[in-house]
C-alpha cells in the first residue's frame, strides 16, 4: 500500500514569506526616502531609507535565487528569449531588475548631491517600489482556487504592509528626531489600521464561504496557525500597535519604538500565515 501513498507538499515554501517581509520594508523604505524630497522632517532619512533599501533587495535576490533548483536559472530573467509576458512572475522579475538599476542610479545621484536629479530618481524608484508589494500580492490573486489568496484586495493589503513595515524600520532608525517621529506614528497608525480593515473583510467572506474557504479558515484560526495569524499578526502585531499609538506613551520615543518592534513581528507573522495557512489544505487530502 505505501507504494501507492503521495505525500502531498506544498508549492511556495516559507523562503517565500521571508522574502515578502524583506521586500514590504525595502518598498517601505524607498517610499521614506521618496516622501524626504517632499516633507522636510524626514530628511535625515533619506539616506538611510535608501540605502537600507538596496541593501534588503540584494537580500530579497538571493532569497529568490537560493530557492531556485538551478540557482543560476535566475540569468534567464534578464533574457528576453525566456520570458512569459503573460505571466505575473515575469513582470515582477522585471519590476526587481528595474528598481535595482534606478535604485542604484538614485544612490549615485544621492552622493553627488544634485538635488533636482535626485528628486526626480527618488520618484522613479519609488513607483518602481509601489510595484514590488503590488506584484507580491497578485501572485497571489491569481489562484482562483486557492481560499484568501483569490481576492483582488491580496494586492493592497502587501501595499499596506510595506508601508506599514518600512514606517516601523524608519521609526527605529528616526531615534530621538520629534519631527520624523511624529510624522511616522501617523504613517504607522494608519497603514497599520488599513491592514487590520482589510485582514476582518478577508476573514468574513473567508469564514462564509464554501467548504473550501471554511476548512481554510478553521486552519488559519486554530491551533499552531492561529497562534501565528490570530495571536502575533492581528492582536499583537495590529490591534495592539493601533491601541498604543492611540494612547498618551505612543506619542513618546518609547511607545513609538515598542510599537515598530509590534508591527514589524506581526507583519512578518501574517505574511507566513497568509502565504503557509491556504496550502496547508493540499497537505491534507
Not at 494612547?247 to 511607545?255: S, T
Request: net charge neutral; charged share 10%; with cysteine.
Amino acid at each position: 500500500m505505501g507504494d501507492y501513498t503521495w505525500f502531498h507538499d506544498v508549492s511556495w515554501h516559507a523562503t517565500y514569506a521571508v522574502y515578502f517581509f524583506v521586500i514590504g520594508i525595502c518598498a517601505g523604505l524607498s517610499f521614506l526616502s521618496y516622501g524626504s524630497w517632499l516633507a522636510p522632517a524626514l530628511r535625515p532619512l533619506r539616506e538611510k531609507a535608501a540605502y537600507g533599501s538596496f541593501a534588503l533587495l540584494a537580500l530579497g535576490g538571493l532569497l529568490l535565487i537560493a530557492d531556485l533548483s538551478q540557482p543560476l536559472r535566475f540569468l534567464n530573467v534578464v533574457n528576453p528569449a525566456y520570458l512569459n509576458f503573460t505571466s505575473p512572475l515575469a513582470w515582477g522579475a522585471l519590476n526587481i531588475v528595474f528598481f535595482g538599476i534606478a535604485s542604484v542610479l538614485y544612490l549615485l545621484e544621492l552622493k553627488k548631491g544634485d538635488e533636482g536629479r535626485g528628486k526626480l530618481l527618488a520618484t522613479v524608484v519609488a513607483l518602481l517600489a509601489l510595484g514590488l508589494p503590488v506584484y507580491t500580492g497578485y501572485d497571489l490573486a491569481v489562484h482562483q482556487s486557492r481560499p484568501v489568496w483569490n481576492t483582488p484586495i491580496m494586492p493592497v493589503l502587501f501595499v499596506a504592509l510595506a508601508v506599514a513595515s518600512g514606517s516601523a524600520v524608519g521609526s527605529l532608525l528616526a531615534g530621538a528626531n520629534d519631527a520624523a517621529q511624529k510624522l511616522l506614528r501617523e504613517y504607522m497608525l494608519w497603514s497599520v489600521g488599513a491592514v487590520g480593515v482589510i485582514l476582518i473583510s478577508i476573514l468574513g467572506t473567508t469564514n462564509y464561504g464554501g467548504s473550501a474557504q471554511e476548512l481554510t479558515y478553521i486552519v488559519m484560526t486554530t491551533g499552531t496557525m492561529g497562534l501565528i495569524f490570530v495571536g502575533i499578526g492581528i492582536i499583537a502585531g495590529t490591534a495592539a500597535p493601533v491601541a498604543l499609538l492611540l494612547a498618551p506613551m505612543g506619542r513618546q520615543q518609547n511607545g513609538l519604538m515598542l510599537s515598530a518592534l509590534l508591527i514589524l513581528v506581526g507583519s512578518a507573522a501574517l505574511r507566513y500565515a497568509l502565504l503557509m495557512a491556504p496550502q496547508q489544505l493540499q497537505t491534507l487530502y
